[in-house]
């Protein structure tokens, strides 16, 4: 627990550093803990630290997660790629999708909506030449928008990308940057840009990151998915 609070306030203390060196307030960047992987137990003890804020990929280990915490303040984000079949587990679970990509996802959280609750979504960007990867081709990105915001309850809140591997991640966001302010035109409110891990927060929040999605510089290496 004491190694886990110290690596959390190191983490904080980057954010803080990075955001004043872009001219930012600390205060306006939201830094989401991942902790897929990892047993609920390790939640808990993020949660003791004053973690309100974390992140899963996959469908079932959140909704197992979820239902084991439930008595604990959480706000769950969901950040995988996501199978349509699960969507209506995926929206009972999540409080924000990142990963939308497809008209065809938002329909199905759409669909699935049970109650008056809107569902909080941001429009994935694959920043990649890879069409396999995750996301929109940023040509692409405010179509996709566009139909989200059609969807009454769903929520769009704005843009979420991976920074390819082979690229400087410093213009990959630049790019992510450029997709979020035309989205943010279709949508005032879209005003969210998660972006930045482990390897590359400190670049994201010079791009304007919001939300950060860092796994583990904050919970140590993951164990094998088994
Ligand atoms: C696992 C994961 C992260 C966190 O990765 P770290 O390098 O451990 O910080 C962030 N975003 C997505 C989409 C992930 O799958």
Redesign the pocket.
């Known amino acids: 627990m004491t190694e886990l609070a110290a690596r959390l306030s190191a983490i904080d203390e980057r954010i803080a550093d990075a955001a004043r060196l872009a001219g930012r307030d600390p205060g306006e960047i939201t830094r ?1 803990v ?1 902790t ?1 992987f990892h047993p609920a137990s390790l939640v808990r003890d993020l949660h003791a630290l004053g973690v309100h804020e974390v ?1 899963e ?1 996959r469908q079932q280990e959140l909704s197992a997660k979820r239902e084991e915490l439930a008595e604990l303040d959480l706000r769950w984000h969901f ?2 790629q996501a199978q349509t079949n699960k969507a209506a587990a995926i929206r009972r679970s999540a409080d924000v999708v ?2 939308v990509d497809r008209g065809r996802l938002a329909d199905s959280l759409h669909r699935a909506a049970a109650d008056d609750r809107v569902l909080d979504v941001l429009v994935q960007v694959n920043l990649t030449e890879d069409p396999g990867r ?1 996301g929109v081709a940023p040509a692409a990105a405010e179509a996709l928008a566009e139909h989200v915001l059609a969807l009454d309850t769903l929520r769009l809140r704005g843009v ?1 990308a ?1 920074a390819p591997l082979d690229e400087d991640p410093a213009s990959a966001f630049g790019r992510l940057r450029e997709v979020a302010d035309r989205v943010r035109a279709l949508d005032p409110a879209a005003t969210w840009i ?1 972006a ?4 590359d ?1 400190e670049i994201a929040i010079a791009a304007g990151a919001t939300h950060l ?7 140590g290496p ?1 164990p094998d998915r088994g």
């Not at 930045?196 to 390897?199: A, E, I, L, S």
């Open positions: 989401i991942v897929k992140g990929n950040i995988g990142h990963s995750g979420m991976v998660s930045g891990m482990t390897g927060f999605r860092i796994g583990s510089a904050i919970t993951r």
